[in-house]
């Protein structure tokens, strides 16, 4: 008879509803056989762990990543990035399209897929782009299994942009399909006016990056959103939700009476990280949107533990640090990794009681899961459903450093933070591919997810 992969025993599994202690089994085909009781004695398997009473999370998901694969791989590939991935506790990836060649189509999405086949640690989705220019092609990807279309109203070459009527096609078509569109807002005009002032100005410090995109345009591009999601009753994701008055709105839409099927997105640099890095890390701290103030952390935070925010992402977005050096904000890139800090980043708020961890457990597994159409399959800890699992050791203490950005990044804006809370072993289909900060060392077996049919019901 086959033999279980792996038993860990000892554990507390946590849920987006509760905790509670016991074991899991996975059996010989990947997938969890068995929940024990508390104090259940271990079963055989090829790997047996006694989890010391530590927190066990179904595998965690990160549905907001640029591989740079293909296209970009002196920044990052699938194999560097899905490791650091693998060593941060996630064991899903979802993989932004502006890849070279991009995925807004069928033949950059099996570029992209060929390329995670080849070499991801973890499993993986593909997101597909939504620009003026493939209107056509947007079926054959929906097809094809993207989680997600992907659109930004700003920040963005002129041929890429979506203006209103652009929007509002893409919204109607994400409606008509069941699927979901992830939208980064902003305000186009306001950021092209504030540029053009700044530059005029001769400013070029990190500062001035941010003051061209201010809260007051993210407000207005979040308004645009919510009013196309509500029009069409389309499932619309505020990518990189950042400000107080953003959440807000978010926050306002949820409640009213004419539902907006919105779902929000924040990331963990936008909780934990505020403007006054930009003095201290420069280029490296460069992002879109930009650092926020003290007070917008705290929102983000706050929206977290009320509900206003679905599901946390990394936007992790790696730059080489020769790219990042640059002393002229306009000719550094925007983004930084995230990989590594994603899950350390939410859980810390969890040990310092701000949420709490079956928080955790709903903001980085079962929201992300059930929205982009992985229910049943990831994201729970329950019979049958992929044997992806998490252990979290909720009391070590560490302040992020060099050596925790596995990225090929190599540096982020997190070190010198001090997070409770890091996962400490993580296991794919039942089997360990990381443990302590390393890769356990078998061959990449990440294999490509396809959407299922939708399953949430807002
Ligand atoms: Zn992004």
């Keep these: 008879m086959a033999k279980n992969?792996?038993?860990?025993?000892?554990?507390?599994?946590?849920?987006?509803?509760?905790?509670?202690?016991?074991?899991?089994?996975?059996?010989?085909?990947g997938r969890i056989a068995d929940i024990a009781e508390a104090g259940a004695p271990p079963v055989a398997a090829e790997s047996v762990i006694d989890a010391g009473n530590r927190l066990l999370f179904p595998g965690f998901i990160d549905a907001h990543v640029h591989m740079r694969d293909p296209g970009f791989p002196h920044k990052e590939d699938f194999e560097s990035g899905s490791r650091a991935a693998a060593c941060g506790g996630i064991t899903t990836v979802m993989c932004m399209p502006n890849t070279d060649p991009p995925?807004?189509?069928?033949?950059?999405?099996?570029?992209?897929?060929?390329?995670?086949?080849?070499?991801?640690?973890?499993?993986?989705?593909?997101?597909?782009?939504?620009?003026?220019?493939?209107?056509?092609?947007?079926q054959d990807l929906e097809e094809a299994g993207?989680?997600?279309?992907?659109?930004?109203?700003?920040?963005?070459?002129?041929?890429?942009?979506?203006?209103?009527?652009?929007?509002?096609?893409?919204v109607e078509g994400t409606a008509a399909c069941g699927g979901v569109l992830g939208i980064y807002t902003g305000d186009r005009s306001r950021l092209e006016t504030a540029i053009t002032i700044l530059r005029a100005l001769g400013r070029t410090d990190f500062r001035s990056f941010a003051e061209a995109r201010s809260p007051k345009a993210e407000e207005r591009g979040i308004r645009t959103a919510i009013a196309a999601s509500r029009k069409y009753k389309a499932r619309i994701v505020l990518r990189q939700v950042s400000t107080a008055g953003g959440f807000e709105l978010a926050r306002a839409a949820k409640a009213s009476k004419r539902k907006a099927p919105i779902f929000v997105e924040a990331t963990p640099h936008h909780l934990h990280l505020d403007d006054s890095l930009v003095e201290r890390f420069h280029g490296l701290a460069q992002v879109i949107p930009p650092l926020r103030s003290r007070s917008d952390c705290d929102?983000?935070?706050?929206?977290?533990?009320?509900?206003?925010?679905?599901?946390?992402?990394?936007?992790?977005?790696?730059?080489?640090?020769?790219?990042?050096?640059?002393?002229?904000?306009?000719?550094?890139?925007?983004?930084?990794?995230?990989?590594?800090?994603?899950?350390?980043?939410?859980?810390?708020?969890?040990?310092?009681?701000l949420i709490s961890w079956p928080d955790v457990a709903r903001l980085l597994s079962e929201t992300p899961a059930a929205l982009?159409?992985?229910a049943g399959r990831k994201g729970s800890i329950q019979r049958g459903a992929d044997g992806d699992l998490v252990l979290l050791d909720p009391?070590?203490?560490?302040?992020?450093?060099?050596?925790?950005?596995?990225?090929?990044?190599?540096?982020?804006?997190?070190?010198?933070?001090?997070?409770?809370?890091?996962?400490?072993?993580?296991?794919?289909?039942?089997?360990?591919?990381?443990?302590?900060?390393?890769?356990?060392?078998?061959?990449?077996?990440g294999i490509f997810l396809k959407r299922a049919e939708p399953s949430w019901r807002s």
């Design 5 to 29: 992969l792996l038993c860990i025993h000892n554990a507390r599994l946590v849920s987006g509803r509760e905790m509670r202690h016991g074991g899991v089994v996975v059996g010989p085909d």
């Design 103 to 138: 995925v807004t189509s069928i033949d950059g999405f099996d570029a992209a897929r060929e390329a995670g086949e080849l070499s991801s640690h973890v499993d993986f989705m593909l997101q597909g782009a939504v620009t003026p220019a493939n209107r056509q092609e947007r």
């Design 146 to 170: 993207v989680a997600s279309l992907e659109g930004l109203m700003s920040d963005v070459p002129d041929g890429d942009c979506l203006d209103r009527t652009e929007l509002h096609v893409a």
């Design 299 to 353: 929102a983000a935070v706050r929206a977290l533990a009320d509900g206003t925010v679905d599901f946390v992402a990394s936007d992790h977005a790696p730059h080489t640090q020769d790219e990042k050096a640059g002393a002229d904000c306009w000719s550094v890139p925007a983004g930084i990794p995230g990989l590594d800090t994603l899950v350390p980043a939410v859980a810390d708020l969890a040990a310092r009681g």
């Design 372 to 374: 982009f159409g992985l």
């Design 395 to 445: 009391e070590l203490r560490r302040t992020v450093s060099r050596t925790d950005i596995r990225s090929r990044a190599g540096r982020s804006p997190f070190e010198g933070t001090t997070l409770t809370g890091w996962p400490v072993m993580t296991a794919l289909r039942g089997r360990v591919i990381a443990s302590d900060g390393k890769l356990a060392g078998g061959p990449p077996a």
